[in-house]
Structure formats: structure tokens, C-alpha cells
């Protein structure tokens, strides 16, 4: 019973987490067909914005969920002005030069933070359920991961930035004809993804530490996970994370964690290779 | 081989989600023949060709070539089966230059490397390309080249059927009457269905016009009588709308 | 005429080096270079298949990997150095086409198929850092996790493990392979096969309209393209005398990526000088300690892609053209009319 129970606590908990490190890759990848390679450097900032805040002094949840965003949305916003907005609609072109950016930001970590591993102790101690104990921060990462998940999807669907954004990742021509500025609106999903990929980061430091090649851990993941996912922009990314989290928390918990990412792997290799536009062509009509 | 009809469909459909694009063709067209399709837009004529060529797969029905049902084939082997197409919107290899275009299209063949050089030459002749036009990059070329081009490339494949989707869509009366030689010498050897809009073109060429309406086939007539025919007419122009499709 | 003249200069400028080499140069540097070709090699792999057939392989560093493993493991196991090597080659080949298979049969778009890619050599990564127990090992050899497989024997003469070759035989094999494996993929590509993958890179749809398998000829430059990067892995790891996890790793990935990049993409000369520079650099940066290598790296990725993204060797050739024309009033003319 309580291992049952731990179990179903591990697999929520991989859903969770492969939703919470996709979020913001899924946000600019489905608004502006912008693959980021840098994805795993911006949760990597998120992570040290937020380690480097605390130490500094400045109360955790402050950091958290203020620094961090804050800190990477800026790095975004510069990076959108520099790389991204010369290259839109050249997928492939852009692809290379998030990654190079990625480097960058991998190197320029190192170079001024050393390559350690730096942390903070995760808050709201433990919960015990039999022989077995939980963080109970987990249960507040599951808990928050929902709550931004809910969020974006009422931002896109209720206010009216969301219905321009749509408006303009449906067709951006049109839009701009009805006075949508576009140039506005990408520069601002992006700021938006990174600044929600920094969150994200942010809330992870208390579990991994941070460390300048940490990216990496992430970024296959959510990939995966994002073009799964397909079209669908939230839903999309969320079908993908419940199907693929349990079959890695599960043979992560009965094999290794090595194994478990494997077969998260292959997993979204069948899918592709069953739905090559994601999942969500099953109730989009593919794209 | 000879007794079938070069092309035969049967009751072929395809939709997409709820609108039936070809809803039920039956279309016979024998060896030789120079086809016209026309029809309004929407009328299933793109979508047709593209069907037969398995560049979407049938919802339902049959398409039999030569005799032989195409049924599971992927594309290209359909295009090794001897079917060469023209989509609507020109496909060529833009950044090669147009004698590689054609010389990718006749490798299929088996030719020893003198005889494919020389039918290189042959088709670069019979589409009117001299040798600096030859060595252009095919994305450097005028619109009606560019139809040339690709035209040159179903020559040079030696197809038994050629599907042709508008070729002279853009051009002007001489490019016209130019294109027009072009397809009769594929004809020469090939069967070949055209769809097309410009009426003098098909009065030029076509034997046979098949009227298509709503996924159907209309009529099937000769030019003249096509040109008569009431119903036809009312689609065209848009009257009666319905009572013309309860005829057809 | 002159065109073959000028496709051989390159080859036969190798060929030269690998037998003037050993006379003028230092064993550290031969060393070095050996390694640097190899990698070259390797890197004329990816070249050949995102440049010609336009496959957008991130993940090329996996065939380079399982290549280096397996002349790791073989040549630890049975001593003879060219089974090894025949055995790196083949290795990746199987590998490529499972692969491939899977990747080319459900039509993944360019950038599925790179993060598809990638995500698989990170995988090879992450399981090879764990093997550090005992447990994971093949034959007698131990994989040695994040350690990877150390005192690798080096190349030796067929059939006599007990002769080891000398440290400018060595080289001069390196090199005589690379100019090689250019001579064997400009080859390939000036074929018809060659030619057909380069349509296919142009329009795959007109190409299958032409009777073309795509998916045939995709995995077949597949296969080639891992058969390559494999045999430099195999090259590689005789060198240096080890092989690690590393060899799987992002920055791996990234530099053959970054090379090709560099050099000019559908371009093979430009990706092995840009191989060689970038190499000789990252040596320097290694050396100095001030900077790091993925900082400067990634720098000259984003640089590159924004400032010449057709790479060095295309710019070259133009700005050499341009000074042809400039000089000549014969060329000026005929710039025009195009």
C-alpha cells in the first residue's frame, strides 16, 4: 500500500516535472515555431539567479519567483533582439544559433562561476507515509507546475494578449493586416517563455543544485516531450508528459533512471513514428 | 496488356474530415488519348490527380492502371509504373541547372550513359533550350521556362501516362501555342490528362473533355458538344446550381 | 579538365603532408595532428550527409562514439588493431540503419530529426557515465563509466598485434585516410546516386514523383555518413590511447556541427580546414586556461550563422571571384545578364 502510494506520488511527480521544464519551450515553440536550444541554459539561469539571489541574502520564494523570472526574461529579451528576430522563419538557421547561444551561455556561466556545483536546501522538510518519506517541496513543485499549466491556458484562451498571440501563430500576415504588431508580439512570447523556462529553473535548484552544465539533463526532455506533443500548444505538451512521465518514473523507480530516460526516448520515437505531427493531430486534424 | 483501358477509377472518394473533394469518380481514359479535365474550382480536379498518384491516399475506390490495381503503392513506385505528374504548382529543382533537372529524370531509365546524354539533348531540343539556357539554374528562369522545364522533365522520364495540372496557368498566347507543341511530342508516346481552363488551348488539343462538379464526373463529350451542353454551361456561370447536380 | 585538377589539388595537398610530416614536425605535434584528422574524418561524415542529402544530423557525435567504443573494446579483447577498426566502421553502419529506419519511415521534418538525433547521443551519454561498476563490461573489458576504457593499444601492423606502428606511421595513415575518405566522398557524390541525393535535398516530392525512394537513398547517405564518422572514431581512440563518455557529449556534438557550419555547408574542403583551425584553437584555449573553449564556441556559432551563413569556404570562392572579375573586363561582362 504505501509503496502503491509512493509510486503514484513518482509518477505524478515525473509528470509534473516533465510539464514544468517544457512550459516554456512549449510556449515558444508552438506561438512562434522557434526552436530553443538554449532552453536548458535558461532553466540553468533560472537555477543560479536564484541560488546567487539567496545567498545574497534575499528571502528564497523572493527569488524564486521574482528574481529568476525577472533575470532570465531580460537575458531573453536580449537574446530575442540580438539573434532570434534577425533569423525568424528560418527554422533550421535559428536552431543553430539558439544553440550556439547555449554554448555561450554554458561557457560564460563557467567562467564566472566555476564549474561547481552550487545549492540551496530545499525548504518545507518532509512527509512521511509509512516506511517511505516525501518532500513536501515536491508536492508544492506539483502543486505550482498545475497552477502555471492552468494559468497559460487561461492567459491564452480569456485575455486578449493570448487571442492576439493566437491570432498571430495562426497567420502572422493576417494579423499584422488587422494592426497586430507582430515584431511585438514575438518579442514578447519569447520574453514570456524564457522568463517561465528561468521559473522553472528557479524552482528545481532546491532538488539538483545547479551547476553550468545542468542544461543538458533538461533539454532532451523537453523536447521530446514539446514535439510529442505537436500542434496543440498546451495540450499538446501536457498529453505528451502524462504519457511519457509514468513510463520513465516507472522504470526509473524499477530499473534505473538511466533506463527510464531511455525509454522516454524510444517512447517518443513510436509516437513519432505512429503521429508525426504529435499526439495532438489526434484531435487537431494534424498541421 | 492491351484491352484495358490505359487509366480506370472506380467509385474513387477521398475526403477530408467532412467534405468529400472527389466524391465518387469513375473515369475511364484509353492508351493515346490527349484528356481535358475541366470543371470549376473546387471541383476535385487537383485533388484527383493527386490521388492517382497516391500524394493522397483514396479514401475509398479503386485506381486501375494498365489493368493493374495501384492500391497500397507508394508514390514513387507508381511513378515507376510509368505515371509522370505536373502538380498545380511547379516543382522543379530550383538551385540545379536545368540540364541536371532533366538528367535526373531520364537516370531512371536504363541507358548507358551515351544514350542518356543524348536523350538530355533530345528533350533540351524538343522544350526549345539552347546550351547557355541549359546551363541556368532553374530558379533563374522566367515563369513559362520553369513550366518548360518540368514539362522537359516528364519528356525525359518516358512515362506511358502523363498528368498535367494546368501547364500553361501564367502564360501568354505564344507561350501558349508553345506549350502546346510540347505536350503533343508527349503524346507522341504517352497517354496524357490535362487539366486547364484556356479554351483555345483545349480546342487545340483535346480529343475528348471530361467535366468534372463537386467530386463527380459531369459529362464526357467532345469539345463542341461540351461547349453546347446547357448544364455546363450553368455551372460555369453558377445558375441552377442544384438542378445541375441532380442531372449530373 | 581543369575542374579535375582543381578537385585533386586538395587530396593530393594531404597526401604530401602525410610524407613530409614525420620529417619536419615534432612527435607531440604528429600526435596531434593525427588526432585533429580524425576528427576531420569524422566531421567529413556529417558534411556528406546534411550538405548533400540535407539530413540535419546533431546527433553525428553517436557514430563517432560507437566507432571509438568498438576499436575500444575489440582491440582491448583480441589485440589485432584492423579488426578493430574494420569492426568501428561496421558497427555504426547496423546502428545507423536502425536508426535511420525508424527516423526516415515516419518522415520526420529537418528539426524533429536533429533533436530526434541529439537526444540520442545524450542518451548514449548518460548510460555510458553510468557504467562505472564493474558490472557493465564486454568481455573482458570494463566500460569504466564516466572514466571511460583507458590504455587503449594502438594501430599495428595487420596481423602482428605485437608490432606496434611508430608515432609518423601513424600519422601518415591519419592523413592518408582522411584525403581518403574525401577522395571516396567526393566520389559518391559526383555520382549518380550522388546526384539523386542531392535532388532529394533540393525537393523531395519531385523526386519521388520521379520514381525516386527517398527513404532508400536517405538511409543509405545515412549509413555512409555513420560508416565514416565511425572509422574517424576508431582513428581517434588508436591515437589517444582512450576512449570516454565524452566522445557522446554536447560540446562533441556541437563541434562537428560547428565545423561544418564554418566551413561552408555542401562544401567538403571548408569542414576539414575549419576542423583543423577550430581544433588548433580549442589546443591554444586549452593551454592558456583563460577562456573556455564552449564560450568562444558558441560565440562563433552565432556569429557564423549571422554573419556567414554560408560558411568560409563559399566566401572565399566568392571573394576570390569577385577579384577574377574585377581584374579581368572578359569576366565583368558575363556577371550581368544572369
Redesign the interface.
Known sequence: MDQFVILCFAVVNSIALLALISLGLAVIFGMMRV?NFAHGEFIMLGGYATVIANHAGVNLWLSMFVVSPMVVGLIGAVAERL?IR??YGH???T???T??????????V??IFGNTTLGVSAPLGNITIGAYSIGAYQLFLIAVTALLVVCSLLALHWTKYGLIARAAMQNAEMAATLGVDCDRVYATTFIIGAATSGLAGALLAPISGVLP?MG?AYV?RA??TV?SGGGALITGFLSAATILGPVEALLSYFA?P?VG??SL?LL??II???F?TGVSSLWT?GR | MSGFPILATRGLVKRFGGVAAVDGVDLVVDAGEIRCLIGPNGAGKSTLFKCLTHQHQPTSGHVLFEGRDLQGLPTHLIARRGIAIKNQIPSIYANLDVRENIRLATLRRKLTKRELDRAVDLVLAEIGFDNLLAERPAATLSHAHRQWCELGMLLASDPRLALLDEPTAGMTREEMLRTVDIIKRLNATATVIVVEHDLEFIARLAQKVTVLHRGKVLVEDSMERIEANETVRDIYLGRKKDAAYAEG | MLRHIKNALFPFALVLAAFTGPFVLEPFDLVNLSAFSAMAIAALGLAFVWGTLGILNLGHSVFFGVGAYAYAITVSTFGDSTLAVLIGTMLPIVFSLVLGSCLFFSRLGDVYLGVITLCVTLIFYSFMTSTADPWFHIGPVPLGGFNGITAIPSLNVPGDPQAFLSTEATFSICLLALAGAYILLSLVRSSDAGRIMTAIRENELRSELLGYDIRFYKLLGFALSAAIAGFGGTLYTAVMGFVSPNVFDLPQASQFVLWVIAGGLGTFVGPVVASFAFQLLSCQLGANQVFNTELIFGATIVLFVLLAPQGLQPMIVRMANLKLTYRSGIFRRKEKPA
Open positions: 526552436i539573434i534577425r533569423l527554422l533550421v538557421t536552431m543553430l544559433a544553440w550556439g547561444l547555449s554554448l555561450f551561455l554554458i561557457g560564460a563557467t567562467a552544465h543538458a532532451a523536447f521530446v514535439i534505473t538511466v530516460q531511455a526516448l517518443a520515437v513519432l513514428r505512429l508525426p486534424g
